[in-house]
């Protein structure tokens, strides 16, 4: 009989959480269907969420103050549910529909951090880091005087970086395959696209390094890379120690061998 008991007791609250089911169509009007998603946001009910924010991004009227709102927190809720490629879009449409609104320059930072979250690793294709750093960009051109443009601004410095070490690591795999001239061609692109970066010094040392292998012998070329190196980094150890510059003992002959006695 207990056993029984207990049975139609966790049947009658299954049935009770299936009839307490979200629904969008239980909100007669927008103001309370936002006020619901709000709660269920609040919540962590981010599934809830987002059907209800995504509703009303769609039935809300251009003019509407509470659309810029939804696709604010449509946007925090794909976020949250790790579905960034949605989260960027519903960031994005926040930051074109309503550039003058309080949160669009918030929605063009998180729409850049939602693509960077698709790039983990350099290795892999750059297309959403590539996208991260347009809304970075947009950001700091066109709110120069936003207090996220600070963030804006240190975040693209390290996708910097990050483009630097994938051409610099594209150049390293060359040089493993002992194929120098497409080493030196993905090096010279890391120097030129990136020169701020920490890997551009990297780079013109590796090419140092090239140029001066038997097999290619270019002197000159390695020189010319050394003169920008001193320039750059005077007081770097692995520079000091690549490019080294004659001293007068280098360049004096060696002494006689004395003649054998008689």
Partial sequence: MRRSLLLVAGLLILLTGCFRAFNVRNYPTSASLFEAALERYQAKKYG???????????????RDPLLPRAHWYLGQSRLKRDERLLAAQAFIRLSESFPN?????DALYMSGQAYLGLWPDAALDPQYGLLAQTQFRLLV?????SPMADSATAALEALDER???????TGMHYLRRKAYDSAILYFKDVVKGWPESERARQAMVRMVEIYRLP????TDDAEEV?????????KDPEVLRTCKLPTASDTLPAPAARPPRP
């Fill in 48 to 62: 809830d969420a987002a059907t209800a924010f995504e509703r009303l991004t769609l039935d809300l009227p251009s």
């Fill in 101 to 105: 609104d309080s949160l669009a320059d």
């Fill in 141 to 145: 051109g066109v709110y120069p005087d």
């Fill in 163 to 169: 483009f630097a070490t994938k051409d610099y690591e």
């Fill in 215 to 218: 097999v290619l012998n270019y």
């Fill in 226 to 234: 050394c003169v920008t190196l001193r320039a750059a980094y005077p």
